[in-house]
DNA sequence: TATGTTGTGGAGCAAACGCTCAACAAGTGG
DNA sequence: CCACTTGTTGAGCGTTTGCTCCACAACATA
């Protein structure tokens, strides 16, 4: 049944939807500091007022914005193939996702220092490491070894966002030296 | 030589040093959206006009201070002990450079996400890559592995200020696992 | 003491800020 | 057509922002 619904609601949802992707735009792009009413609207290309019609205030919308980018990036990782290539996989999606996302990246990492300071935004940080956990779980039986893979990929994202030289070669070596995997590369 | 300096330059510069501290207090209680000239100045207890006294704009009182908290930090990296009990320096220094200092560390990370927009900053990161590189070269010759260090340590950070529950056993252990020192722990 | 240098801080301007509001357009159901 | 709901918007309020300015205090040199 596809739910027949409202002409208003769906064009309303739309540019809602609008307003949330600006937002991680102008958070990746100028930073948390940048993310006033203007500037999104403008980012949106919709009236200013806008804003404050789907989200009470600024700050709904940022959390609204990073609880979203959250969720693409858990997908992402949650849908990666099990089994033999996982790791190759992992790797893979993980540098994919840096090099042509740069600015979600950004806007994802800023998150994490938001929620050190919101109590609100602690849950989002606890479903990313479960995330990231259930995806090294996949490469690994040895708890020290997963806490590892965490680290390394915490690390990645970090440095893939600043430094920004890392390749999907060099990304699996690291992975396999910490598995344990003594798997020479071509 | 005492080098005989002038009474006024010497207040001066101890003041400039409270702006600093007061600005990376700031920026690790409330992030970088909060550094204004008025709450820089409530928080060192100084007029407002201090602050454009010793800093042209805003912009260069906040990376001044950043620049300060990075030299610090790899000053106590490069002064850990080297030899046998280097890899335990290290998870101990860290660790406890997280745990007292968690505002500092704040402060430190949102220098990353600055420095991956702002040009001048971006000697500082690899000023930062270049000391954990040094570090972690101590620890092996592995080319291979030292990227795993490095990634672990930056995720280290990244994990202790947001989600905080590693002790030292456990990142320990992980470095000791990377190396390749499958030793037990006791 | 007189003269120059350095440090100090309150007042305040122009711009941007978060946010409210009241008027209006667009769509829905009768 | 009619009420009714929902979406949309420009004007603008009170506040805060980054930053300037200028009178003046503190100190150094002579």
Redesign the pocket.
Known sequence: MPE?????????????RTLLDATLQVIGRDGLA??????VAAEAE????????????????VTAALVDVNDRFLAELAALPDGDDALRAIAVATVESTRGRRVEVLAELELWMLATRRETLRGEVDRWNAGLRDAAARLTDDPCAIDALVAVLNGYYWQAVTSSRFGVEQLEAILRHVTGDRRTQD
């Open positions: 027949r619904v409202d002409g208003r609601r769906r064009r309303g949802d739309r540019r809602r940048a993310v006033t009413q203007r500037a919709l009236p200013p007022s806008a804003v404050y019609y789907y989200f009470p205030t600024l700050d709904d919308l």
